[in-house]
């Protein structure tokens, strides 16, 4: 069975574009959590998608957003990035319901 | 919030010492527990969890029991190998008042563990 897939695994941008960031779930998986982990500040929990819809939102700036797609799958966009959003950013999935999140191997970003 | 401590690292071993990494919580409600290891350069692999109260993950080796009274769920392994070489990040689930989850992973702060040979 695959696990879930995240794209791509390096993104080097410069301060003030847009980055989008792609996941897959595991298949039959409905939910999708983002997570950031940048150095120094451990993981940081971002979003929460279920069914399509927004479920819970970590305490990240507006600019930080995403979606999910009618297959489950999610992208996460970040907008008027700041050097500071230099990260690795993990995508997990799970079953709708099941606390147990399995994780993606990250979409490491840079800021320049 | 809820929230997890984790024991200071980084955590130098020797082959086949027993291990131990302290993993404290605070949370409202009867969250799940978890134990990920991230190896270097990779993403989260789940090693273990325990749902409810005195419950005992185990996988590979490693052991935790969820301990209410205590709030606690310590990682222990009796003999680590070379290649248990990563960063250990203890977790929880956070739940509302009702028990329903909030989808939400809220991780310590992690600990590297370097064994040598």
């Known amino acids: 069975e695959a696990g879930v897939t995240q794209s791509p695994t390096h993104l080097i941008k410069t301060r003030g574009q847009q980055a989008t960031l792609r996941c897959s779930p595991i298949s039959g998986h409905t939910s999708v959590y983002w997570y950031q982990q940048a150095l120094g500040l451990g993981l940081q929990f971002l979003l929460w998608y279920d069914e399509g819809e927004e479920r819970n939102r970590g305490n990240f700036p507006p600019r930080f957003s995403g979606r999910q797609f009618p297959n489950y799958s999610s992208e996460l966009n970040v907008n008027a990035l700041e050097l500071e959003d230099s990260a690795l950013y993990l995508c997990?999935?799970?079953?709708?319901?099941?606390?147990?999140?399995?994780f993606g191997p990250g979409t490491r970003l840079l800021v320049l | 919030g809820d929230s997890v401590t984790q024991m200071e690292g980084p955590v130098t071993l020797s082959e086949e010492a027993f291990l131990t990494i302290n993993c404290t919580y605070t949370a409202t409600g009867y969250p799940s527990l978890f134990w990920y290891v991230q190896y270097p350069g990779e993403g989260l692999q789940l090693l273990l969890k325990?749902?409810?109260?005195?419950d005992k993950g185990s996988n590979k080796g490693f052991e935790a029991t969820y301990r209410k009274e205590t709030t606690s769920f310590h990682l222990e392994k009796g003999s680590v190998q070379v290649s248990d070489s990563a960063v250990y990040f203890c977790a929880l689930t956070e739940l509302d008042a009702g028990g329903t989850s909030y989808g939400k992973l809220t991780f310590g702060q992690g600990t590297i563990l370097t064994v040598h040979p």
């Open positions: 325990a749902t409810k109260a005195d």
């Open positions: 997990a999935s799970s079953w709708t319901g099941q606390e147990t999140q399995y």
